[in-house]
C-alpha cells in the first residue's frame, strides 16, 4: 500500500471516529458528515490504486463509479452509499435537503466502516496486485 493510500484510509478511519463521538454527543448531522468524508477519503484511496486524483466530490463520485463499481472492482453499494451519503453531508453541514436522526447517522457510520474493511481487505499490502 502506498503511504498516500495509507493516509487516505487514516483520515477515514478518524472520520469514523469523530462521527461516533458526534453522535454519542447528540450531533447526528456533522455525524453524517463525517460518516460521508470516511467514504470519501476511502473512494480516494481506491482511486490512487490507477493513479486517479481529483479536486472536487463530483469527480472522485464518477471515476471511483466508472473506474471501479461498473467493471465490478469494487461493489457497486459502495459507489451507490457514497453518492447518498453526499446529500447526508449536504443536509449535516448546511441543514439543506434530507431529515438527519440518530439512527440515519448510524446507518452511515455503519456503512462508512464497512466500505473502509472492504478497502484495506481488497488493497493488502500492495494494492497494485
Known sequence: ?????ADRLVKARESIEAARILLREGFAGFSASRSYYAMFHTAEAILLRQDL???SHAAVHAAFGREFAKPGVVPRIYHQRLVEAFVFRQAGDYGTGHSINSGVAGELIQQAGDFLTFAE????????Q
Open 1 to 5: 500500500m502506498t503511504e498516500h493510500q
Open 121 to 128: 481487505n481488497l488493497m493488502g499490502d500492495n494494492p497494485a
Open 53 to 55: 486524483v481529483f479536486s
